[in-house]
């Protein structure tokens, strides 16, 4: 069963393990393969500022995935997911749409019917994955 844990500063190895599984993903979004402690205890001092929910995805006992989102942003008082990462491991096996679907509900739930998020342009495997989501490009 999949479900949602609270990313913590505490946790940060566990993240490192998980975007360090995703080199590309990480040359894209922070210029290099590889990120460590101080990185991920930057995402968190930037989280707190911006009122970031930053969660770990699960599958049973297994972190596969990170989420980070802002249910309401400033600029536009829409949810924006601005972290969506699945462990290298675990890609392909359709758990991502599973995730997704799941955290969907979380927000209607909370009363929201707007999720927006941004995907940096080269990255076609995440450009595939949202639009076959249903999410479209504006």
Not at 42 to 49: A, G, K, L, Y
Not at 51 to 74: A, H, Q, T, W
């Amino acid at each position: 069963m999949i479900h949602f844990e609270l990313n913590t500063i505490d946790k940060k190895h566990i993240e490192i393990d998980m975007m360090n599984s995703n080199p590309t993903y990480n040359l894209i979004a922070k210029g290099k393969e590889a990120i460590d402690e101080q990185d991920v205890e930057e995402e968190f001092r930037e989280s707190v500022d911006l009122e970031v929910v930053r969660l770990f995805m699960k599958n049973k006992d297994d972190y596969i995935g990170i989420i980070d989102y802002c249910l309401s942003n400033p600029s536009d008082g829409k949810t924006w997911i601005s972290l969506f990462v699945i462990h290298k491991k675990y890609q392909g096996s359709g758990l991502a749409e599973k995730i997704y679907s799941q955290f969907e509900t979380r927000i209607l739930e909370k009363g929201k019917k707007i999720i927006s998020l941004a995907v940096h342009e080269i990255n076609v495997q995440g450009i595939q994955l949202w639009s076959s989501l249903g999410f479209r490009k504006i």
